[in-house]
């Protein structure tokens, strides 16, 4: 979705061309006609035309810009979209974020994640950090090849340090582990998609253990792309109009839907924020929002293990439950082109 087919642009561009041309033959010929017809002095009406043909083309240009502009910000307006719950599911651990594969949901809070069977919902596993324990703060979860990577952080405390620690999927045991250290924020989700890991690093408003806003405000929040060493190898921040939604806390989660789409959520709003990567600069492309019925905000899943019927998974934390949805991923319209041109002699912009 960064690279879009440029002839679209080109044939905007010939078709103006040509309509300019049309402009002043059409102007000539009046202009002719009077004088062939023995009026020495064109018509009031043939001047006129032939003034506006005889103006500078810039003369034109404020109201097809202005036209082009308004045009081009209604178009990127996000789309607003409603998902259907499909199911609930009773969840004790359904505090901070679920996780899910083909068979199993996995619900997470601080420093428990259980496991539950999809078809009855019951609790099959729990893994337990004990609060004397390195793991505090469990934030998602996603699966991959039967193991659930779960996004770790030392939240609230400061300096602020992440890691992620990974469970085997079948014993629920502890397994691996990667740390962060103190870096761009605090690690809230991590996803895999396209040959690559990405994650969310939220910062945010509201204080740390210092007093201080927590790693420097809301708008430092940022999406990051990483390799199999779990580096980084691009990164992008979030819409100013998003982060404004996000305060005073930040982005809780995030997950590749079966669109191609990034889908993130903050962490209190019954609603899901669809983006695009850009096909320039550093700022991820809003396209959509999705209503959540009855979520209050935090981690996401897409269950992509069946890709004709993929279904979206969130919680509601007040009540601790787990719950699916039917979204319309289909309906999303792609963002707008980027506004980018090239111009030859005579079409230069100062």
Do not use: C
């Not at 651990?93 to 919902?121: E, L, M, P």
């Not at 997950?255 to 209190?268: A, N, Y």
Request: proline share 6%.
């Amino acid at each position: 979705m960064r690279l879009r087919n440029t002839r679209v642009t080109l044939t905007r561009a010939l078709a103006g061309s040509l309509a300019v041309a049309a402009l002043t033959v059409t102007a000539a010929t009046t202009a002719i006609a009077a004088t062939t017809a023995g009026d020495a002095t064109p018509s009031p009406t043939a001047t006129a035309t032939a003034t506006v043909t005889a103006a500078p083309t810039a003369a034109a240009t404020p109201t097809a810009t202005t036209t082009t502009a308004a045009t081009a910000a209604a178009a990127a307006a996000p789309q607003d979209l409603a998902a259907t719950l499909i199911r609930r599911y009773a969840a004790f651990d359904a505090n901070q974020g679920v996780a899910v594969d083909g068979r199993y949901f996995y619900a997470v809070d601080n420093r428990t994640v259980t496991k539950h069977d999809r078809a009855t919902g019951a609790p099959l596993l729990q893994f337990v950090s004990d609060a004397t324990g390195p793991l505090i703060h469990f934030d998602s979860g996603t699966v991959v090849d039967n193991k659930l990577y779960l996004a770790h952080s030392n939240y609230n405390q400061v300096p602020m340090a992440s890691s992620i620690e990974v469970l085997d999927t079948r014993t629920m045991r502890h397994i691996e582990t990667f740390s962060f250290g103190i870096d761009r924020g605090s690690l809230t989700w991590i996803d895999r998609h396209d040959g690559a890991w990405w994650a969310g690093f939220a910062n945010y408003d509201t204080n740390g253990a210092d007093g201080r806003p927590y790693g420097g405000g809301s708008q430092n929040t940022q999406v990051v792309k990483l390799n199999d060493r779990f580096e980084v190898v691009e990164a992008w921040i979030v819409p100013a109009n998003l982060v404004d939604r996000f305060r005073p806390m930040s982005n809780s989660g995030g997950s590749w839907g079966p669109d191609g789409r990034l889908w993130l959520t903050g962490h209190d709003n019954a609603e899901v924020y669809v983006m695009e990567l850009p096909e320039a600069g550093t700022t991820l492309t809003w396209v959509a929002t999705v209503a959540l019925p009855d979520v209050e905000g935090q981690a996401i899943a897409w269950d992509r293990s069946d890709k004709k019927h993929p279904t979206f998974w969130a919680i509601k934390r007040t009540t601790k439950e787990v719950l699916n949805f039917e979204v319309p991923f289909k309906s999303i319209k792609e963002a707008p082109a980027a506004p980018f041109r090239v111009v030859g002699p005579g079409s230069f912009v100062p």
